[in-house]
């Protein structure tokens, strides 16, 4: 059996990110830096096997775990030395953010909590020639952390399902640099909202200015949540967004995210709220 060590980039993009409303700049930051995991395993799971992220065993999805395989790959261009850590997360996640959509079943997974973690191997098995990276889907709890589940995620998305696993903010994502996801059945102040994922261009080319991703995303943003809230006419809901740093774009995540926001902390949801109060 060969033993593998790896590292794990946990990637929370859509709450890591810089912010934007139509009323209200923001500012671009870089995403989080990958914590570190070890593994033993013969051979690296195949798209579509489950497994926790403590180690490359698959296991039944049937059983507790808290990582899927959703695509597996090689990286290809990279010095004999082992990279830095910001060249291994550009070479290894884009293909990941790649992979989410199609094997989620909707364009809105950047909208929830089923989030892309990419392992690739440590110095030492680089050293041995490894080049492999893994590409995995996760849910993730309000502290960022995976959550253990039972069941595939394959094509999850496709049906009614946004809503169990809707992103919520506690804090504003038109305002505030750092944004701390909450239960969506407690106190928030902003939803993301379905058909509220905003292309913005391809990793490769050179990272937008805020102003010309805001300018993208603005009339797509006011219309995905107009249509989430039923109304056009509120004043105390409004579009907000959260772009990509140059960091984050370079590692693959190349859109906006759409938000609506209220102008105080609320219970209950948004969706269909039309022009009713705010529920306290």
Known sequence: ?????????????????????IHIG????????????????P???????????????????AASHD???????EMTGL?????????LRKTALPPCYGAINDYLGSADAGATRLQVWAFWPNEASWKKGDRWRLCTVVELTPDGKALPRKGTLKAILKGSAFNTYQICLGGSPSKDPDVKPVACNGAHMAEAVP???????????????KEQMSAIAKDK?????????????????????????????????????CYAEANRTFNGMLLGI???????
């Not at 010095?79 to 060249?87: G, H, K, R």
């Not at 039309?274 to 306290?280: A, E, F, H, I, W």
């Open 79 to 87: 010095p004999s030395t082992y990279p830095d850590t910001q060249t």
């Open 26 to 41: 923001g500012q671009a930051i870089p995403g989080p830096m990958p914590s570190t995991a070890a593994a033993d395993a």
């Open 221 to 257: 943003c006011t219309k995905a949540v107009q249509d989430y809230v039923g109304s056009d006419k509120r004043t105390d809901v409004f579009p907000a967004w959260r772009m990509p740093g140059s960091q984050g774009w370079s590692e693959g995540w190349t859109y906006a995210i």
């Open 1 to 21: 059996m060969n033993r593998v060590r790896l590292a794990v980039a946990i990637i929370l993009s859509s709450v890591a990110l810089s912010a934007c409303a």
């Open 43 to 61: 051979t690296l799971p195949k798209v579509g096997q489950c497994m926790n992220s403590s180690e490359l065993k698959p296991v039944d999805c």
């Open 274 to 280: 039309r022009d009713n109060p705010l529920p306290n």
């Open 195 to 209: 058909g509220g994922i905003v292309p913005l261009g391809k990793f490769s080319d050179p990272t937008p200015s």
């Open 67 to 73: 990582a899927e395989v959703m695509n597996v790959g």
